[in-house]
């Protein structure tokens, strides 16, 4: 089964982006324990388990409120799943036939693939000097594919620290002619199933609403010096037959939004509240673009329980972290924290081991001049990681 989260409150986070017994493949939901914890001046522990969660996230408190010198938390609502015992493991790249899928994406055309690199791609024109693809296809660990015939990335702004930053204009529900969201995903899912990729168990996914007339109002074109032009936009517009569903796709494991290293949960490429790690805009005519931002990986979970750090500790190193910072004159509000489970990047097939982090969102205050980030600290122990 798969979520579809139809609306966005944006800072407020969602995945975003789960299992006991062996990660079956059973839809997640996040059901957070209505709770409080007293603001204070100080900061004091208040876990009655003491400085480790015995790997229950129950453990934890449903909110949190404390300041700690230049450090308010104002965490409204934790981002964690409410009953689950975390057991390590380790995370591997699925031995999927991305060529394969690859070749049925661009199926009854003439394509040519790259010997060294396994990027499979159509040739719409070329000269001596440019070559215009149709299709380009890459299959190196992971599937990315577009389709060069629509320009949707000039009208879908998914970076939200960019000023034109616009996924929330694409979220009002819509069923196009060509089908439901839910079926055009079962045959995106039926697409991947066929190649040995799983995108439609143990996942969050969000879908987005791609109107034509939307996508007008929306696109931006740039000229050759990079300045915004209304003259180069797309010759003839955009019709019906535009229309497409954007599905946001991130993999759980023990209810737990995957993230490998470098891969940001609120601040850069997409929503801040979103952790896709698989992006993919479906049409008329099918898949128009496939964008990763993680592997697709399985998971093999061990028996043994993963001892986290109380919330209260997480806190003070957060602030101990915060507060070292040389300039006495800044101040830091902590709105959101985030459970995930993280893992380096599976190369060659290889397991790599779980770990657990704590992500939480910053906003920093200096001489009036405000700005928001991301910083993430590991579960078990409390150190800082840096992406």
């Not at 790249?93 to 991305?98: G, L």
């Not at 199926?107 to 690199?117: H, P």
């Not at 719409?124 to 629509?150: C, L, Q, R």
Request: hydrophobic residues 35%.
């Amino acid at each position: 089964m798969f979520k579809i989260i139809r609306s966005i409150e944006l800072i407020a986070v969602v995945l975003a982006v789960t299992l006991l017994c062996a990660c079956s493949k059973e839809e997640s939901n996040y059901s957070l324990v209505e709770a409080s914890v007293s603001e204070t001046n100080y900061f004091v522990e208040s876990n009655p388990t003491g400085e480790y969660s015995k790997g229950i996230t129950n453990d934890y408190p449903s909110c949190f409120n404390a300041k700690i010198d230049r450090c308010t938390f104002s965490i409204g609502e934790l981002n964690y799943p409410k009953e689950t015992t975390i057991f390590s493991g380790v995370a591997c790249n699925n031995n999927a036939d991305y060529l394969g899928l690859a070749k049925e994406l661009v199926s009854g055309e003439k394509y040519t693939v790259d010997q060294d690199t396994g990027d499979l791609y159509v040739i719409e024109s070329e000269s001596k000097d440019f070559v215009k693809y149709k299709y380009y296809v890459g299959t190196k660990g992971t599937i990315n594919f577009i389709d060069y015939s629509i320009p949707y990335y000039n009208s879908v702004i998914l970076d939200y620290e960019n000023p034109y930053f616009n996924l929330n204009a694409y979220t009002s529900e819509r069923v196009f002619s060509f089908g439901t969201p839910e079926k055009c995903f079962e045959d995106v899912a039926g697409l991947f199933e066929r190649y040995g990729l799983d995108i439609k168990n143990n996942v969050i996914v969000e879908t987005y609403y791609l109107d034509h007339e939307i996508l007008a109002n929306e696109e931006i074109a740039y000229n050759k010096d990079g300045i915004i032009d209304s003259s180069k936009k797309r010759p003839g517009g955009w019709s019906e037959h535009d229309d497409a569903y954007m599905f946001f796709i991130n993999q759980t494991c023990q209810e737990l939004p995957d993230s490998f290293h470098s891969s940001f949960l609120w601040a850069g490429w997409y929503s801040p509240v979103s952790n896709a790690g698989l992006v993919i805009i479906y049409n008329e005519k099918g898949i128009a673009l496939i964008e990763p931002r993680r592997q697709i990986c399985t998971y093999k979970l061990n028996t043994e329980t993963v001892q986290l750090l109380s919330f209260d500790k997480m806190a003070n190193c957060v602030a101990e972290h915060l507060n070292g910072f040389v300039d006495d004159s800044t101040k830091y509000q902590i709105t959101n924290a985030k459970l995930y489970v993280a893992h380096e990047y599976s190369r060659n097939f290889v397991d790599v081991p779980l770990e657990y982090h704590w992500v939480f969102l910053v906003t920093e205050t200096n001489n009036s001049q405000t700005k928001s980030y991301e910083i993430c600290f590991n579960a078990v122990t409390g150190e800082y990681e840096e992406y």
